[in-house]
């Protein structure tokens, strides 16, 4: 049985002692900020806040219970989509687009400014995958392509326990093939060179298409050991090994006729370190675990230990790199990537705080002050912020309304700790249909602040599927992707970002590559991202970074949004094209499938979040194909189930069966999942169903999906982990 948690009364908050002690001893050390003097702001602020908060969450229930009513009067009727528009401009939906304007944040660090390039969105409970992420600002690409299906296992090409020449041998052409791309010599080619290339008098022997996209280089014992380019703001440092000793360290070069062991790209421009949908942080516990780590990356100390392949492995922050410039001057560039910390939204409270009345207090107001109060730390070291900035990303938004409610939460949070106006800079995360349709007002809500703002097509499609619930039943799953309203949502996102001055100025992002695995077919698809005049997308390892980054060297993605930006806007009716099946006749066997689809999705990741408070991990699909999940695929996939059940596509009876199938075949892939060897014994759920709380859970998330707030996946789930936690 957990231990009950322990409270110290301060003003009129309760506080976990756990949570009390670490920003007490830890947050508040170092830095001028008393403790009464905290306390009390946010004693203040929570008092003035937590009413708005709530008068918020009110207005969303009543606007889904005003759509809901919309729908059911014209049921079986041909939505008309004039009428639709009209109908929710009058309940407040909608609201009048004010005059064009231009967005006024200031002190933005170049990373999101002026360089585009791949962004990893990472748990911030799992300090081992938080170094890695922020030491991706630079990988290799030689092991990038070695360990990938980029290069085939074939004629001799396998990856193999040990080295393979003959794999190294194609790493290299196909490094050399891109050396030519990205940075072409005037006479010559990388791949026909015979002797290493020389720095005299601070310059290369080497003649180049474009001079200057040499910047810099390095020597060791006064031979040359890199070399520094630059291609689209993005760097790409070549190493050389002269040492001699390359046979056992670095096979490739011994490979090489001029030395090349290694080929470092720019790759994680920035890192979305995450408090929300990527971890299971249900108490105070939990919370000050992510806490922790936060801590330790704004004051560049975050550290870990442990074993791989019975090897005992060290890890910390890398630092910066070192280059001498083409004029002998010394200079450095940034070894870590830019750390964005994403809180969590307006919905979910947290018991780590107790109000006067005893109610819980909003996690997301929780978040903004520790969060923040964590940079001040990083405002004296500037190791992660230049420019002294603080990022805070914000999802599940709905409409300018909660925006400039984020802005005031911001405000106070800034008062209390005394930093400038504005120093806290916003992402918007466009992912609710509320913040789609009226983006642009959102923006001007937080116009002094806004950073960045991006599409998500899980968690987009599972508000649309929640918002439309009553209309009919929605298309399959798979077919979401080519539906009409999923084009224009991701066209309207660039443009309004582009209209509001993001361009050299803010990051507009794309979503996630959810296949770590497939890294060859997220080199065919993923290039698109750029190509749309996204700054940056979300990609799930450093190696997938380092690979990404090439689309990166591909396309200016500047010069594609002067382009975009004289294209026709999207038209709002598109956005609001609800993708319901107009004459559902799927067979059994085709719905079948989409429900055992779903379900095995829904139930890989919830036994992992209840079971082992995992909140994102690689979990096998139905064809045994690893994805990302993360709450926002479990919301998609639950809110699909539930409208189908509501609509009488499939019965509860059959949805149950096909749970219990799945559990099964989950089990089966978690007990021989090696990644379950980190956390506690797995506990199967089949053969156990009813006392399996991950089962009920998943259950829950499906039969009483259409009464869950915005079709959220979080009340259940916190609740179920929570009962979990106290056995």
Same mark, same amino acid.
């Given at each position: 049985?957990?231990?009950?948690?322990?409270?110290?009364?301060?003003?009129?908050?309760?506080?976990?002692?756990?949570?009390?002690?670490?920003?007490?001893?830890?947050?508040?050390?170092?830095?001028?900020?008393?403790?009464?003097?905290?306390?009390?702001?946010?004693?203040?602020?929570?008092?003035?806040?937590?009413?708005?908060?709530?008068?918020? !969450?009110?207005?969303?229930?009543?606007?889904?219970?005003?759509?809901?009513?919309?729908?059911?009067?014209?049921?079986?009727?041909?939505?008309?989509?004039?009428?639709?528009?009209?109908?929710?401009?009058?309940?407040?939906?909608?609201?009048?687009?004010?005059?064009?304007?231009?967005?006024?944040?200031?002190?933005?660090?170049?990373?999101?400014?002026?360089?585009?390039?791949?962004?990893?969105?990472?748990?911030?409970?799992?300090?081992?995958?938080?170094?890695?992420?922020?030491? /991706?600002?630079?990988?290799?690409?030689?092991?990038?392509?070695?360990? @990938?299906?980029?290069?085939?296992?074939?004629?001799?090409?396998?990856?193999?326990?040990?080295?393979?020449?003959?794999?190294?041998?194609?790493?290299?052409?196909?490094?050399?093939?891109?050396?030519?791309?990205?940075?072409?010599?005037?006479? =010559?080619?990388?791949?026909? !060179?015979?002797?290493?290339?020389?720095?005299?008098?601070?310059?290369?022997?080497?003649?180049?298409?474009?001079?200057?996209?040499?910047?810099?280089?390095?020597?060791?014992?006064?031979?040359?050991?890199?070399?520094?380019?630059?291609?689209?703001?993005?760097?790409? *440092?070549?190493?050389?090994?002269?040492?001699?000793?390359?046979?056992?360290?670095?096979?490739?070069?011994?490979?090489?006729?001029?030395?090349?062991?290694? %080929?470092?790209?720019?790759?994680?421009?920035?890192?979305?370190?995450?408090?929300?949908?990527?971890?299971?942080?249900?108490?105070?516990?939990?919370?000050?675990?992510?806490?922790?780590?936060?801590?330790?990356?704004?004051?560049?100390?975050?550290?870990?230990?442990?074993?791989?392949?019975?090897?005992?492995?060290?890890?910390?922050?890398?630092? *910066?790199?070192?280059?001498?410039?083409?004029?002998?001057?010394?200079?450095?560039?940034?070894?870590?990537?830019?750390?964005?910390?994403?809180?969590?939204?307006?919905?979910?409270?947290?018991?780590?705080?107790?109000?006067?009345?005893?109610?819980?207090?909003?996690?997301?107001?929780?978040?903004?002050?520790?969060?923040?109060? /964590?940079?001040?730390?990083?405002?004296? !070291?500037?190791? =992660?912020?230049?420019?002294?900035?603080?990022?805070?990303?914000?999802?599940?938004?709905?409409?300018?309304?909660?925006?400039?409610?984020?802005?005031?939460?911001?405000?106070?949070?800034?008062?209390?700790?005394?930093?400038?106006?504005?120093?806290?800079?916003?992402?918007?995360?466009?992912?609710?249909?509320?913040?789609?349709?009226?983006?642009?007002?959102?923006?001007?809500?937080?116009?002094?602040?806004?950073?960045?703002?991006?599409?998500?097509?899980?968690?987009?499609?599972?508000?649309?599927? &929640?918002?439309?619930?009553?209309?009919?039943?929605?298309?399959?799953?798979? *077919?979401?992707?080519?539906?009409?309203?999923?084009?224009?949502?991701?066209?309207?996102?660039?443009?309004?970002?582009?209209?509001?001055?993001?361009?050299?100025?803010?990051?507009?992002?794309?979503?996630?590559?959810?296949?770590?695995?497939?890294?060859?077919?997220?080199?065919?698809?993923?290039? @698109? &991202?750029?190509?749309?005049?996204?700054?940056?997308?979300?990609?799930?390892?450093?190696?997938?970074?380092?690979?990404?980054?090439?689309?990166?060297?591909?396309?200016?993605?500047?010069?594609?949004?002067?382009?975009?930006?004289?294209?026709?806007?999207?038209?709002?009716?598109?956005?609001?094209? %609800?993708?319901?099946?107009?004459?559902?006749?799927?067979?059994?066997?085709?719905?079948?499938?989409?429900?055992?689809?779903?379900?095995?999705?829904?139930?890989?990741?919830?036994?992992?979040?209840?079971?082992?408070?995992?909140?994102?991990?690689?979990?096998?699909?139905?064809?045994?194909?690893?994805?990302?999940?993360?709450?926002?695929?479990?919301?998609?996939?639950?809110? &699909?189930? /539930?409208?189908?059940?509501?609509?009488?596509?499939?019965?509860?009876?059959?949805?149950?069966?096909?749970?219990?199938?799945?559990?099964?075949?989950?089990?089966?892939?978690?007990?021989?999942?090696?990644?379950?060897?980190?956390?506690?014994?797995?506990?199967?759920?089949?053969?156990?169903?009813?006392?399996?709380?991950?089962?009920?859970?998943?259950?829950?998330?499906?039969?009483?999906?259409?009464?869950?707030?915005?079709?959220?996946?979080?009340?259940?789930?916190?609740?179920?982990?929570?009962?979990?936690?106290?056995?």
């Amino acid at each position: 049985m957990k231990k009950k948690e322990q409270y110290v009364k301060i003003k009129n908050l309760s506080v976990s002692k756990v949570l009390f002690d670490f920003i007490n001893n830890k947050l508040l050390k170092g830095i001028h900020m008393k403790r009464d003097k905290f306390w009390e702001g946010f004693d203040r602020a929570t008092n003035d806040l937590v009413p708005i908060n709530k008068k918020l !969450l009110e207005t969303r229930e009543k606007l889904q219970k005003s759509i809901d009513t919309f729908h059911l009067e014209r049921k079986n009727k041909k939505l008309d989509l004039n009428t639709y528009k009209k109908f929710l401009n009058k309940i407040g939906y909608l609201k009048k687009p004010g005059p064009n304007f231009k967005i006024k944040t200031n002190n933005v660090d170049n990373e999101i400014s002026s360089i585009c390039g791949p962004q990893l969105v990472c748990p911030i409970s799992n300090s081992r995958f938080l170094l890695n992420a922020a030491n /991706a600002r630079w990988v290799s690409l030689y092991d990038s392509l070695y360990g @990938t299906d980029i290069i085939p296992e074939t004629k001799g090409a396998l990856k193999g326990k040990t080295y393979n020449p003959i794999r190294g041998k194609k790493v290299i052409e196909y490094a050399r093939h891109l050396l030519d791309k990205y940075i072409p010599l005037k006479n =010559n080619s990388w791949k026909e !060179l015979e002797n290493i290339p020389e720095i005299i008098d601070n310059k290369l022997n080497l003649k180049l298409k474009k001079p200057n996209q040499f910047v810099g280089y390095n020597k060791k014992s006064n031979k040359l050991s890199s070399l520094l380019f630059v291609n689209n703001n993005l760097h790409i *440092d070549i190493l050389f090994d002269q040492s001699g000793s390359m046979e056992i360290n670095n096979p490739e070069g011994n490979q090489d006729k001029i030395k090349i062991h290694d %080929i470092f790209l720019e790759s994680a421009i920035s890192t979305i370190c995450d408090h929300e949908d990527s971890v299971a942080a249900v108490d105070a516990e939990d919370k000050v675990l992510g806490y922790q780590n936060w801590l330790g990356l704004m004051q560049g100390n975050l550290k870990v230990k442990f074993l791989k392949n019975g090897k005992k492995i060290f890890r910390k922050l890398n630092k *910066d790199r070192n280059y001498i410039s083409t004029k002998g001057k010394k200079f450095k560039l940034h070894g870590r990537s830019l750390l964005l910390n994403r809180n969590v939204g307006h919905l979910m409270t947290n018991p780590a705080i107790l109000l006067k009345d005893g109610s819980e207090c909003p996690e997301g107001i929780l978040d903004a002050f520790v969060t923040t109060l /964590a940079c001040l730390h990083d405002i004296k !070291l500037k190791g =992660n912020s230049r420019t002294g900035s603080i990022y805070i990303v914000k999802p599940k938004m709905h409409g300018p309304e909660e925006c400039a409610f984020t802005d005031l939460i911001f405000q106070k949070v800034e008062k209390v700790l005394n930093l400038k106006r504005n120093q806290i800079l916003c992402g918007i995360m466009d992912e609710e249909r509320r913040t789609t349709v009226n983006l642009k007002e959102c923006i001007r809500a937080l116009k002094k602040r806004v950073f960045f703002i991006n599409t998500g097509f899980l968690d987009r499609t599972g508000d649309e599927i &929640h918002t439309s619930m009553e209309i009919g039943p929605m298309i399959l799953k798979g *077919d979401m992707k080519s539906s009409k309203w999923i084009a224009a949502y991701e066209n309207n996102n660039v443009d309004v970002g582009i209209s509001c001055g993001f361009s050299g100025k803010a990051q507009i992002g794309k979503g996630m590559w959810a296949m770590p695995d497939l890294m060859k077919e997220m080199m065919k698809q993923k290039i @698109t &991202h750029p190509l749309a005049g996204a700054n940056c997308a979300w990609v799930p390892s450093p190696t997938a970074a380092s690979l990404h980054a090439l689309h990166y060297h591909d396309v200016n993605v500047f010069k594609k949004q002067k382009e975009l930006s004289k294209r026709k806007p999207t038209e709002l009716l598109d956005i609001l094209n %609800i993708p319901v099946a107009k004459k559902p006749n799927w067979s059994i066997e085709k719905i079948d499938q989409e429900l055992k689809n779903n379900a095995q999705g829904i139930l890989g990741y919830v036994v992992r979040w209840i079971d082992q408070s995992v909140g994102c991990s690689k979990v096998p699909d139905i064809n045994g194909i690893g994805l990302m999940e993360d709450r926002a695929t479990c919301r998609i996939s639950s809110q &699909h189930i /539930a409208n189908w059940l509501h609509h009488g596509i499939c019965s509860k009876k059959q949805v149950l069966e096909i749970m219990k199938k799945m559990a099964k075949i989950v089990d089966g892939q978690n007990l021989k999942d090696i990644t379950m060897k980190d956390q506690s014994p797995y506990k199967p759920m089949s053969g156990n169903f009813d006392k399996s709380i991950a089962f009920r859970a998943a259950c829950d998330l499906v039969f009483h999906g259409k009464f869950q707030p915005s079709g959220y996946t979080e009340p259940l789930l916190h609740f179920n982990r929570l009962i979990k936690k106290s056995i």
